[in-house]
C-alpha cells in the first residue's frame, strides 16, 4: 500500500513539573534544575507572577510599583489617549488653532472646546517647536481643569445624596419607647400596638387617594416614539465601552454628548517577573524572567546592551533541544514521524528518546503532577490522571488551542530506548549561510519507512553537525471512535521522554550538578507530548 501524507498540523508539546503539556515557547528552564515551568493557565499553575515595574507606552518613561500604582496614568499632557478608540493621541494645528486628533478614528477636542491659538513665525508662516510646546502646555492645564470641575461636580453631587439619606434616616427612625415593667428593656404590649398604628397611618398617607402608589402613564401606540434629547448630537456612532470609560473617568454616570468626551490619560503598562513555584517552595528565588526598568534598554538606539532586554531569561528555548515535525505519513495502521531536533546552546548536546511514564494531567482535585503514583503494594496506578486534555494550548505564536486532545498512555510503553546521538553547539544562522553545515542528510532527502516492524518503535536516521533525525513510528494509532465523528474536534496525542546527559561536557549550559557518584552517566528525562489531528 503506498504512503499518504497528511496535512494534518503535528505539534511537539514539553511537559511542566505540574503535568501541563505547553508548547517550548511558553516554557521555562530555572537555572540548575531538573524540571521545566511553563507560562499556560492551567490549574495548579507552575509559575507565579509578580509585578516589577510600569512605563507609559507613548512617553516610555518608567516608574516603580510603588510610584505606578499611585499614579495609574501618565500625567503629561503629551501623553492622551483618544476617549472612542483609545489610539494615542497627537497634536494637530489648523487655521493656528491647537488640538488634539485622532489618526484612527479622526476625533479631535475641537468638539469638546479644547484648543489654543498659537502664533505662526511672522517670516516662514510655521508655527515653531517653542509655539508647539507652549500650546501643549496650556492644553494639559484646560484639560485638568475640566476634569477636575467635572469630578467637582460629581462629588458635590454625591454629598447632597448622602445628606439626604441620612435626614431621611433620622426622620423615619421610631422614637424610644416608654419604659415599662412588662418585659425586658421596656418593652410591653402597649408600645407594640402603639406602634403598629403608627406604620398603619404613615402607609395611608403614602398610598395616593386612588389606592395605587405608581401614576399611570398613557401612551398611544399611534405616535411616533419621542427620544430624549441627548445635547447638541446623540452618540450613536461611539461604542458603549468608550462612553463607559469617559463616564467613569469624569465622574458621569453616563456622557451625555460629544462635548463631555475629553481626551483619556494614557495608562501604564506592567513589566512583570516569574518565578518557579517549586523552586519558591524548595526555599530558593526561583527567577525565571526579570525584566530591566528601562523599556529601552536593549533597543539598538542605545550605545551598548543591544538585545539584552532582560536581567535574567530562563526561557527554555535557549536550553532545550527544539523538536519539529519534518514528514507525517500513514502506512496502513502505522502512522510514522520524522523529527527534526536541534541544539540551542553554545556547548555540545548528547540526547536519547525513551518510554514515558507521563499518564495525563493530574485531577484539579489531585495533588501533584499527573505522573505514575506508588501505592502501598509497590504497584503503579493513574487513577488521578486525566488523560482528556481540554482547550491545551499547542501554538503560542498565533494563540492556537487544541479543543480537546486524548492520550494514548499504552502505545508507547515498550518502546526501546533509542542510541545516543551528540550534537554539536549552535551556529550562527549567518555564518557559512548555505554551507555544507547546514545541507540536509542524504539519509533523510531519501528516507522511506519500512514497513516490517510490527511494534511502535523509534530510531535515528541520520544526524548533521547540531541537528539530528528521528523516525517515530506508531503502530494502532488510528483516530479513536470519538475522534472520528463530524462533530467532534478531539486530537490525539502520544507521550514521550527526552533524556539529556548532564556533565562529561554535555549541556553544561542548564549548570546542573551531577548526582551519581561514579563515573556513570547522569541523565536528565524531559517528558514530551506529539499531538496530531
Known amino acids: 500500500m503506498p504512503p499518504s501524507t497528511t496535512s494534518d498540523q503535528v505539534n511537539v508539546l514539553y511537559v511542566d513539573h505540574q503535568g501541563h503539556p505547553a508548547p517550548l515557547s511558553s516554557c521555562y528552564h530555572a537555572t540548575g534544575t531538573r524540571r521545566l515551568s511553563s507560562s499556560v493557565e492551567r490549574f495548579p499553575p507552575s509559575t507565579l507572577t509578580e509585578i516589577d515595574s510600569a512605563y507609559c507606552p507613548q512617553c516610555l518613561s518608567f516608574h516603580d510599583v510603588a510610584s505606578a500604582a499611585r499614579e495609574g496614568y501618565c500625567p503629561k499632557a503629551s501623553c492622551q489617549s483618544c476617549p472612542i478608540c483609545f ?87 421610631p422614637k424610644p ?17 402603639v406602634s403598629l398604628q403608627d406604620k398603619k397611618k404613615q402607609f395611608a398617607a403614602d398610598v395616593p387617594s386612588d389606592g395605587l402608589s405608581v401614576q ?39 456622557v451625555p454628548s460629544p462635548t463631555h468626551l475629553l481626551p483619556l490619560p494614557m495608562p501604564y503598562r506592567v513589566r512583570e517577573s516569574r518565578r518557579c513555584r517549586a523552586e519558591l517552595d524548595e526555599g530558593r528565588p526561583g527567577i525565571l524572567l526579570k525584566p530591566k526598568l528601562n523599556p529601552l534598554e536593549g533597543d539598538s538606539s542605545l550605545r551598548s546592551g543591544h538585545g539584552q532586554w532582560w536581567k535574567k531569561d530562563s526561557s527554555a528555548i535557549h536550553v532545550m533541544p ?74 503560542e505564536l498565533f494563540q492556537v488551542y487544541a479543543p480537546g486532545v486524548e492520550l494514548n498512555t499504552q502505545i508507547l510503553q515498550e518502546m526501546k530506548r533509542t542510541d545516543s546521538v551528540e550534537l554539536q553547539s549552535a551556529e550562527d ?92 552517566d547522569d541523565w536528565v528525562a524531559f517528558d514530551l507530548v506529539i499531538t496530531w489531528t
Not at 419607647?177 to 400596638?193: R, Y
Not at 474536534?489 to 527526552?498: D, I, S, W
Open 429 to 520: 544562522s549567518f555564518i557559512e549561510l548555505g554551507g555544507k553545515s547546514r545541507e540536509i542528510p542524504d539519509a533523510v532527502q531519501n528516507w522511506k519507512f519500512d514497513a516490517r516492524e510490527s511494534l511502535s518503535a523509534m530510531r535515528l536516521v541520520a544526524s548533521s553537525a547540531s541537528t539530528a533525525f528521528f523516525e517515530l513510528s506508531l503502530v494502532g494509532a488510528t483516530t479513536t471512535p470519538e475522534a472520528s465523528s463530524s462533530s467532534s474536534t478531539l486530537q490525539m496525542a502520544v507521550p514521550l521522554a527526552l533524556e539529556l546527559e548532564a556533565g562529561n561536557g554535555s549541556w553544561e549550559s542548564s549548570l546542573i550538578p551531577k548526582e551519581t557518584k561514579d563515573d556513570a
Open 216 to 254: 399611570i402613564e398613557h401612551v398611544s401606540l399611534d405616535d411616533p416614539p419621542q427620544l430624549p434629547s441627548l445635547g447638541e448630537t446623540i452618540l450613536s456612532d461611539v461604542p458603549q465601552v468608550s462612553l463607559e470609560m469617559s463616564g467613569l473617568t469624569l465622574g458621569y454616570e453616563s
Open 87 to 173: 489610539t494615542a493621541l497627537s497634536l494637530d494645528v489648523q487655521d493656528q488653532l491647537c488640538f488634539y486628533n485622532c489618526g484612527s478614528c479622526a476625533w479631535d477636542s475641537r468638539s469638546c472646546q479644547l484648543t489654543y491659538n498659537v502664533k505662526p513665525d511672522d517670516e516662514t508662516g510655521s508655527v515653531s517647536r517653542v509655539e508647539l510646546a507652549r500650546a501643549l502646555e496650556e492644553l494639559g492645564t484646560v484639560l485638568k481643569t475640566k476634569r477636575e470641575t467635572a469630578l467637582q461636580t460629581a462629588e458635590q453631587y454625591s454629598k447632597e445624596l448622602s445628606t439626604a439619606w441620612e435626614q431621611r434616616t433620622k426622620q423615619q427612625q
Open 177 to 193: 419607647a416608654p419604659k415599662s415593667k412588662d418585659g425586658p428593656e421596656g418593652w410591653s404590649v402597649e408600645t407594640l400596638e
Open 322 to 395: 527544539r523538536i519539529g515535525v519534518l514528514k507525517h505519513e500513514m502506512h496502513g495502521n502505522v502512522r510514522v514521524f520524522l523529527l527534526k531536533v536541534t541544539n540551542p546552546t553554545l556547548g555540545p548536546v548528547r540526547l536519547r528518546f525513551a518510554s514515558s511514564n507521563y499518564q495525563g494531567e493530574k485531577d484539579a482535585f489531585g495533588e501533584g503532577p499527573g505522573q505514575f503514583t506508588k501505592s502501598k503494594d509497590g504497584t503503579t496506578t493513574d487513577d488521578d490522571c486525566l488523560t482528556t486534555l481540554p482547550n491545551l494550548l499547542v501554538n
